[in-house]
């Protein structure tokens, strides 16, 4: 399973409920395939350019997408904050960390597709 997206719940490589926060091309494909019936997508981020879908997956699936922007992102924010707090474990899609001043470095793996999450570290 690709790392370009950040897995809330799931089971085994099958997924109930997605944040995607990414910009990639073909990220919403990879999650629809690895979707339980009824879960649900969280759409933050928006790929580059037109993203074919394949419609009729999605419907058999029963899957929900919702696109979250301005104010309800911060809503969304406070449910992650929650999730963390009662032991959520994201330690596997972080792929990278850095020191700040390496921020080109951080800026080239995410470009590059490869990475999942890269933290800067500005201590």
Aim: net charge positive; with cysteine.
């Amino acid at each position: 399973m690709s790392k370009r997206f950040q897995i809330n719940r799931g089971i085994g490589k099958r997924l109930f409920h997605v944040v995607c926060c990414v910009q990639v091309t073909g990220c919403l494909d990879q999650m629809v395939e690895h979707m339980v019936m009824g879960g649900r997508i969280a759409m933050l981020g928006i790929p580059p350019g037109k993203s074919p879908v394949d419609w009729s997956r999605i419907v058999f699936k029963a899957i929900t997408i919702k696109g979250v922007y301005g104010r309800e992102i911060f809503e969304t924010w406070y449910k992650m904050i929650a999730m963390l707090e009662n032991g959520l474990d994201i330690r596997r899609v972080i792929t990278h960390r850095m020191a700040v001043d390496q921020f080109e470095d951080g800026f080239e793996a995410m470009r590059s597709g490869l990475s999942g999450k890269v933290v800067l570290d500005w201590g």
